[in-house]
């Protein structure tokens, strides 16, 4: 962050001094956690469900914090935060936070990250959203765009209305680049993040079913979606998915330049000769206004050729040329853990680790994948879909996790383990749609699904895990891993 006293941050946030002159510089990073505050930092103090970080102000100071930001006063030098006039659009960030104590310490947090980044003139601000992709496709952005200057993203899906402010606080009078996921539960969500720290170039990748429960339809996403289009200045640049038309539909709703990215003939960034290996890595030459080039990517399934995509006409449009932008796709690695991570054991089984969070498109994406790897040798691999319950889906989840179920019978996987109660409806509309014996089968947790997969994986098996990450079946996979160095 650029140097601050904390008199100045409370002018910004509106907020009283307490325990202090004001004079002390916050010169580095703000944190919510005291393990990770930096000499001269900003401690949040932020109540959650077991802790409340106001118990910790101390703490952070004497671990070198030059104050804390705070909802009420505290045994340390800070800023008390004054209180929220309205409800807070994303208030779902909040559970424990029973006074409004957070929300104040939140919305003075998004005042401070609108006053720094206004005052960074040379930095350009990317907005990524979308119902599956977002966090794949932040993390390519950012390695495209880093040979061309400073750039700061945030760690894995850190996309709400603490992760938004907090990751742009981390620029300073270097960053070039700003890039964020920008996430929604609700119409208006994305809207207010966007006031937070106001896109230039904005992206949306697609309209799926994740969050329908809270939208209502598809069209609700849309809508909600497309908050982030309408927030782009008249010189700002839209990219916008041709491949989905109720993305390609938002050209409508801006002001800014709109590049449509996809496989359709009409995108003005389009992939042709798509092609993928035995790891399911895509090749494709990369057409655009400029000139084509061939990229070949190192990032593991088909869906990979969206994102690279969209990374690739930011990257054109901030002034890159297509080779180099070829050649940084095919450089860039997976960043953010439990994402389509491909990992061979010693005896010959794959294991995919995409366990970080799943919803209708983006275990659709995966089986897709998985489909891709098994089939890549004559004969064709044994294939294991170990897939958890994905949330968030309201009314429609029985008939999402129905269609899924049903996909993996169509692609023919070979075995499907369903992993939970909220996920039955999969391994019924597996049997539904393939009349199928053993090969579907449900347990009740990770543990029972280890103690499957260890007793009847074989040498040569692929096996995907796959779930909403509050199921945290990631650990299927790592069990996995372990037992192939035994």
């Known amino acids: 962050m650029i140097a601050l006293t904390l008199a100045e941050i409370a002018e910004i946030v509106g907020g009283r001094l307490h325990a202090t002159d004001g004079s002390p510089v916050v010169t580095g990073s703000i944190e919510f956690d005291t393990r990770k505050v930096t000499e001269g930092g900003l401690f949040l103090a932020l109540p959650g469900e077991r802790v409340d970080g106001h118990d910790f102000a101390a703490q952070a100071v004497a671990s070198g914090a030059a104050g804390v930001l705070a909802g009420r006063e505290v045994d340390a030098p800070a800023v008390i935060a004054p209180p929220v006039q309205t ?22 947090l998004a005042k401070l990250a609108r006053h720094v980044t206004d005052r960074l003139k040379d930095l350009t601000i990317i907005g990524i959203t979308g119902s599956a992709g977002k966090t794949s496709t932040k993390d390519l ?49 994305i809207a207010n993040l966007t006031e937070i ?37 008249e010189d700002g640049v839209a990219i916008l998915n041709a491949d989905d038309q109720l993305v390609a539909g938002m050209a409508s709703r801006t002001k800014a330049k709109v590049v449509l990215v996809g496989e359709s003939p009409n995108a003005d960034v389009r992939a042709e000769n798509i092609e993928l290996d035995e790891q399911a890595r895509a090749s494709f030459t990369l057409k655009t206004a400029r000139g084509d080039a061939q990229v070949k990517l190192s990032l593991n399934g088909p869906h990979q050729v969206g994102n690279a995509l969209v990374a690739a006409a930011i990257a054109l449009e901030l002034g890159a040329t297509p080779a180099e932008v070829a050649q940084r796709l095919g450089a860039a690695e997976r ?14 089984v794959t294991v995919i680790d995409d366990a970080y969070n799943a919803n209708p498109d983006s275990v659709r994406a995966a089986l897709k994948a998985l489909a891709t790897i098994s089939r890549a040798t004559t004969p064709a691999r044994r294939s294991w879909a170990v897939l958890g319950p994905m949330a968030e889906l309201g009314d429609d989840a029985v008939r999402e996790h129905d269609e899924i179920g049903r996909l993996v019978v169509r692609l023919d996987i070979s075995k499907l383990v369903v992993v939970g109660e909220a996920a039955r409806a999969m391994h019924q ?20 699904a280890i103690a499957l997969l260890q007793g009847e994986v074989r040498p040569g098996d692929v096996v995907l895990v796959k779930a909403s990450n509050a199921y945290r079946l990631w650990r299927i996979a790592e069990a996995l891993l372990e037992a192939g160095t035994k």
């Open 429 to 448: 509309g597996a049997h539904l749609e393939g009349s199928w014996g053993d090969e579907s089968v449900r347990v009740p947790d990770a543990d029972a």
């Open 197 to 233: 720290a106001p896109p230039k170039i904005g992206a949306v990748l697609n309209v799926g079913t994740a969050h329908v429960g809270e939208f209502g339809s598809r069209e609700g996403i849309a809508q909600g979606k497309g908050e982030l289009i309408e927030s782009l200045p």
């Open 335 to 348: 960043v953010s853990a439990h994402r389509m991570v491909i990992t061979d054991r010693a005896d010959g």
């Open 87 to 108: 409800k807070h659009a994303n208030a779902y960030v909040l559970a424990g936070d029973k006074t409004g104590e957070g929300a104040a310490v939140l919305e003075a």
């Open 141 to 189: 952005i950012a390695q495209v765009l880093s040979p061309t200057g400073e750039t700061i993203a945030p760690p894995g899906s850190f996309n709400n209305e603490l992760g938004h402010p907090w990751t742009a606080l981390r620029a300073t009078e270097d960053t070039r680049f700003l890039v964020l996921e920008l996430s929604a539960r609700g119409i208006g969500h």
